[in-house]
């Protein structure tokens, strides 16, 4: 049974750092595309990163330049590396894959999901 979890996600100031893991239980990890998402409160769930298979990034442009993606395939592990944190930050963060190789940043083209990490950012 495919398997995505979160951990990494906490409380902390505005201008702090986190990093998000996501342990995938996925036969061929190292084919998928791996993407991060958030959900604040009464939004809508916006792409925030995506790394491909052969390490290609690509990010929102909210987090361009603070956030960094980055995956151990020897691992089965995704990362999230958050940086400058800001309060319009604060969202629970899911990863999930997708057997596209082109970095999609829509939720309907990713197959798995996990359950989700929060991270609040206190200004």
């Known amino acids: 049974q495919v398997k995505l979890v979160e951990s990494g996600g906490g409380l902390l100031q505005a201008g702090g750092s986190l990093r998000l893991s996501c342990a995938a239980s996925?036969?061929?990890?190292?084919?998928?595309?791996m993407g991060w998402f958030r959900q604040a409160p009464g939004k809508e769930r916006e792409f925030v990163a995506a790394?491909?298979?052969?390490?290609?990034?690509s990010y929102a442009d909210s987090v361009k330049g603070r956030f960094t993606i980055s995956r151990d395939n020897d691992k089965n592990t995704g990362y999230l590396q958050m940086s400058s944190l800001k309060p319009e930050d604060t969202a629970d963060y899911y990863c999930?894959?997708?057997?596209?190789?082109?970095?999609?940043?829509?939720?309907?083209?990713?197959?798995?999901w996990g359950q989700g990490t929060q991270v609040t950012v206190s200004s």
């Open positions: 996925l036969r061929a990890f190292s084919r998928y595309t």
């Open positions: 790394i491909s298979w052969d390490y290609r990034m």
């Open positions: 999930a894959a997708s057997t596209s190789g082109s970095r999609p940043t829509t939720p309907k083209d990713y197959e798995y």
